[in-house]
């Protein structure tokens, strides 16, 4: 503990995967910490990104496989879609992730010894925040607030109205035609010419912004630029008692990196020699069919940094496991070093994220190709395709 001048040692702002973590973690060493959040315990990725999302994916998926199981000698009659139960399965598998509702996390946050603050916080002072009309005072603070959907300035659009994934992980009646504005995670397209379509619904994905608008960061002096919250490498802002992780922050925008920043920062907060962020291995998954996923660099990036480096493939038409499962487009690509390092590693295949996990730890760690490529992987599965891929 620090300070008692203070109503906390630390106050985090944003109950998503960076600030819940960051919660945790200076609770753990025993600081007085709370934790405000103005919408749901567990931030976009649980309530509105990255486990509705997948949820759905999986059960379009099964949906998708029981509609072509004629190939493999299965006949069912017509699959459908129940979507009211679908949307049930959706909030089952959130209440689980959360460990009960909002509420009920809140109240296993304060078992921990976090207080969960309900409300927006707003900064009156570098040191002083409101949160539902009253006035709290922290001695450090972590801004973990997350980003937000960019709605585009479109002639009409407001008229046409529109959705966002806020709206679209919980939408009463499947849309018969929607309309996607912007394509970040589209691998496969073809031209067309411009065209009038008739849709029921929009959905807006240009992209997002980091959510500032509400914190008045202003007050405390903390700078802020186009991309997010400025922050050093050990993600401390320019006001030396306040940091920041997470999207908030402009950079990737996952999960798995916010998590790692909230825990950063909450430990950098009271350390004596803060740690810098470690980002040079942190793999990408688009949840496309087949999946792509990557870490680490490209062919193209090794290209413009003139690194002089080898490419090895293993393509799963070749691979026993994925011929037996009709899943045989896609590949396993490494980019390898001279001295037999893998500077990237590239899947495209169903479940393609946790195929890289091999590839990640050998990143992370230090182990060389030849070592993955000595390393026995089960038959037949098709992890085994690293392997092959790292023994070429
Ligand atoms: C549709 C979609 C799918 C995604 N899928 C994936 C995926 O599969 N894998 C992956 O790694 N990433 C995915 N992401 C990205 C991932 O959701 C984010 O990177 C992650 O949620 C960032 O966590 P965070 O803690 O920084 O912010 P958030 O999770 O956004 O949490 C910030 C919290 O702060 C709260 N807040 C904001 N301002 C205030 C304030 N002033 N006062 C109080 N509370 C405030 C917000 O309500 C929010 O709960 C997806 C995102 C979207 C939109």
Redesign the pocket.
């Known amino acids: 503990m620090v300070k008692q001048a203070y109503d906390y040692d630390l106050l985090v702002?944003?109950?998503?995967?960076?600030?819940s973590t960051a919660a945790s973690t200076a609770a753990q060493n025993g600081m007085r910490v709370a934790l405000?959040?103005?919408?749901?315990i567990g931030?976009?990725?649980l309530n509105?990104?990255?486990d509705p999302?997948?949820t759905m994916i999986h059960v379009a998926g099964l949906l998708y496989h029981a509609r072509h199981a004629d190939r493999f000698g299965l006949r069912f009659s017509e699959a459908k879609v129940d979507w009211t139960s679908v949307l049930s399965w959706v909030h089952q598998v959130q209440l689980r992730i959360r460990g009960g509702t909002s509420e009920e996390a809140a109240a296993q946050l304060s078992h921990k010894g976090i207080h969960v603050l309900p409300?927006?916080?707003?900064f009156v002072s570098p040191h002083e925040l409101t949160i539902a009309g009253k006035t709290i005072s922290a001695d450090r603070i972590i801004v973990?607030?997350?980003?937000q959907e960019v709605i585009p300035p479109i002639e009409g659009l407001n008229e046409a109205g529109f959705m966002t994934?806020v709206e679209a992980i919980s939408l009463p009646t499947l849309p018969n035609r929607l309309a996607v504005v912007g394509g970040g995670a589209i691998v496969r397209c073809g031209e067309r010419a411009e065209e009038q379509l008739v849709v029921d619904e929009i959905l807006l994905a240009i992209g997002?912004q980091p959510?500032l608008a509400?914190?008045h960061l202003e007050k405390a002096g903390v700078k802020t630029s186009k991309k997010g919250i400025e922050v050093d490498a050990t993600l401390r802002t320019n006001v030396p008692h306040i940091w920041a992780?997470?999207?908030?922050t402009g950079g990737l925008?996952?999960?798995?990196?916010?998590y790692e920043q909230?825990k950063l920062a909450a430990h950098n907060a009271f350390a004596q020699e803060p740690q810098p962020f470690d980002g040079r291995v942190i793999p990408w998954?688009t949840?496309s069919d087949p999946a792509l996923a990557h870490v680490g660099k490209t062919e193209e990036q090794l290209r413009q940094e003139k690194v002089e480096y080898r490419a090895t493939r293993m393509y799963f038409k070749d691979v026993e496991r994925a011929i037996a499962e009709g899943a045989t487009a896609g590949l396993v690509k490494l980019l390898v070093d001279k001295q037999g390092r893998i500077l990237g590693g590239h899947i495209l295949a169903p479940r393609a994220g946790d195929m890289l996990a091999p590839i990640i730890l050998a990143m992370h760690a230090g182990i060389s190709a030849e070592t993955v490529a000595s390393t026995i992987m089960p038959y037949p599965t098709m992890i085994e395709s690293v392997r092959w891929a790292a023994d070429q």
């Open positions: 702002i944003g109950a998503g995967a960076a600030g405000v959040e103005r919408d749901k931030g976009t990725c509105y990104g990255c999302t997948k409300g927006e916080a707003t973990a607030t997350g980003s994934n997002r959510s509400s914190l992780a997470g999207d908030v925008q996952f999960t798995h990196v916010a909230g998954v949840f």
